[in-house]
T-cell receptor, first 113, second 114 residues
Framework: DSGVTQTPKHLITATGQRVTLRCSPRSGDLSVYWYQQSLDQGLQFLIQYYNGEERAKGNILERFSAQQFPDLHSELNLSSLELGDSALYFC????????????FGPGTRLTVT | AQSVTQLDSHVSVSEGTPVLLRCNYSSSYSPSLFWYVQHPNKGLQLLLKYTSAATLVKGINGFEAEFKKSETSFHLTKPSAHMSDAAEYFCVVRIETSYDKVIFGPGTSLSVIP
């Protein structure tokens, strides 16, 4: 158990809908990272927040957005969902900014029908 | 352009025999390199990391990796495979320039035959 929690574990929704994925980092960790893992794209880094501020951005679509709240939990918002957005979404946390070590949550499996 | 190549999409070994999972990277900058393991229906777990200190890095569960700059490689090894090692392994490059970038390799699936 990494100490990172993600909810929900599974999410099934229809195309065009909007969903919110939630992540609680390990106690004391200030950085949160979001990743998308799909069969065709592999594992891709989406975005990182450190202490409430966006720090790094990867291959995140404009339909996706994220934020980190004062209590350090983070939410990833996915809108106008398409079939291709079906994937496993991981959150990771680390103690510092741009940290070399990240601790991953169990993931949220999103299925878009 | 930066990239990560894992030369084998699938590796199969017998229990008790050595494991070699290959990773090559391409980067104009000095990277940090990581290996992560993902067991079925689980999140990723950090196995080991290289961050410009010792080139031979020891990780958890008996794994180690050696950074070879001349070969731009960071291969993962283990002397003796265990059934519990069956999983997906990802080589990861982190490049810190003016904008941090993390690149995951495509993964290598390791099967361990009893």
């Amino acid at each position: 158990d990494s100490g990172v929690t993600q909810t929900p574990k599974h999410l099934i929704t229809a195309t065009g809908q909007r969903v919110t994925l939630r992540c609680s980092p390990r106690s004391g960790d200030l950085s949160v990272y979001w990743y998308q893992q799909s069969l065709d794209q592999g594992l891709q880094f989406l975005i990182q927040y450190y202490n409430g501020e966006e720090r790094a951005k990867g291959n995140i679509l404009e339909r996706f957005s994220a934020q980190q709240f004062p209590d350090l939990h983070s939410e990833l918002n996915l809108s106008s969902l398409e079939l291709g957005d079906s994937a496993l979404y991981f959150c990771a946390s680390s103690p510092r900014d741009l940290s070399y070590e990240q601790y991953f949550g169990p993931g949220t499996r999103l299925t878009v029908t | 352009a930066q990239s990560v190549t894992q030369l084998d999409s699938h590796v199969s070994v017998s229990e008790g025999t050595p494991v070699l999972l290959r990773c090559n990277y391409s980067s104009s900058y000095s990277p940090s390199l990581f290996w992560y393991v993902q067991h079925p229906n689980k999140g990723l777990q950090l196995l080991l990391k290289y961050t410009s200190a010792a080139t031979l890095v020891k990780g958890i569960n008996g794994f180690e990796a050696e950074f070879k700059k001349s070969e731009t490689s960071f291969h993962l090894t283990k002397p003796s495979a265990h059934m519990s090692d069956a999983a997906e392994y990802f080589c990861v490059v982190r490049i810190e320039t003016s904008y941090d970038k993390v690149i995951f390799g495509p993964g290598t699936s390791l099967s361990v035959i009893p």
